[in-house]
T-cell receptor
Framework: EAGVVQSPRYKIIEKKQPVAFWCNPI?????LYWYRQNLGQGPELLIR????????DSQLPKDRFSAERLKGVDSTLKIQPAELGDSAVYLC?????????????FGSGTRLTVV | GQSLEQPSEVTAVEGAIVQINCTYQ??????LSWYQQHDGGAPTFLSY????GLEETGRFSSFLSRSDSYGYLLLQELQMKDSASYFC???????????FGTGTQLKVEL
């Protein structure tokens, strides 16, 4: 079974440029999460989807960040415009059952560097 | 708010036993998870404790005391490949999300 697939693996952009990250969750996993992990810290939740509905986006900086999950499968996270402080690893995770954290599976992330 | 505290770094020798502690302050607490993350890799699930007590999975064990808001991860027979960052994370059912601690970097030496 394929895991959570993210692309690109690395991205370097200049500040004020847009950037997008893509995530393909594990087949059958209805719940999808985007996390941001700063260097030396734990992941922080940005947004959670149940199927195609964003049910928790309270931590998403909505002035520059947006996300979508069309058809309740793949998801994209976009930043426009990017700032220097956005440099981090962006992790996608999925789970089959939102009531049980045992099935939480993370992708390898996209490492974003804003210069 | 939610907060979880862990030691920032632990060093141990190969073959030894090491314990990584985690204290938490969370509302709507359901349970405590542990994740391992190698440099540049994905966090991988190790264990989940919903009830008080010790859960054992091979060389790794995890403990939870809800009354003390405390848990730990115990790693036995340490191997070099265990060198990684370890995160405790509280699972809050109301929001169905994991809130992670700042992580403990474990260094295993010969």
């Amino acid at each position: 079974e394929a895991g959570v697939v993210q692309s690109p693996r690395y991205k370097i952009i200049e500040k004020k440029q847009p950037v997008a990250f893509w995530c393909n969750p594990i087949s059958g996993h209805n719940t999808l999460y985007w996390y941001r992990q700063n260097l030396g810290q734990g992941p922080e939740l940005l947004i959670r989807y149940e199927n195609e509905e964003a049910v928790d986006d309270s931590q998403l900086p909505k002035d520059r960040f947006s996300a979508e999950r069309l058809k309740g499968v793949d998801s994209t996270l976009k930043i426009q415009p990017a700032e220097l402080g956005d440099s981090a690893v962006y992790l996608c995770a999925s789970s089959p059952d939102r009531a049980n954290p045992n099935g939480y599976t993370f992708g390898s992330g996209t490492r974003l560097t804003v210069v | 708010g939610q907060s979880l505290e862990q030691p920032s770094e632990v060093t141990a020798v190969e073959g030894a036993i090491v314990q990584i502690n985690c204290t938490y302050q969370t509302s709507g607490f359901y349970g405590l998870s542990w994740y391992q993350q190698h440099d540049g890799g994905a966090p991988t699930f190790l264990s989940y404790n919903a009830l008080d007590g010790l859960e054992e999975t091979g060389r790794f064990s995890s403990f939870l005391s809800r009354s003390d808001s405390y848990g730990y991860l115990l790693l036995q027979e340490l191997q070099m490949k265990d060198s990684a960052s370890y995160f405790c994370a509280s699972f809050t059912g109301g929001g169905n999300k994991l809130t992670f601690g700042t992580g403990t970097q474990l260094k295993v030496e010969l």
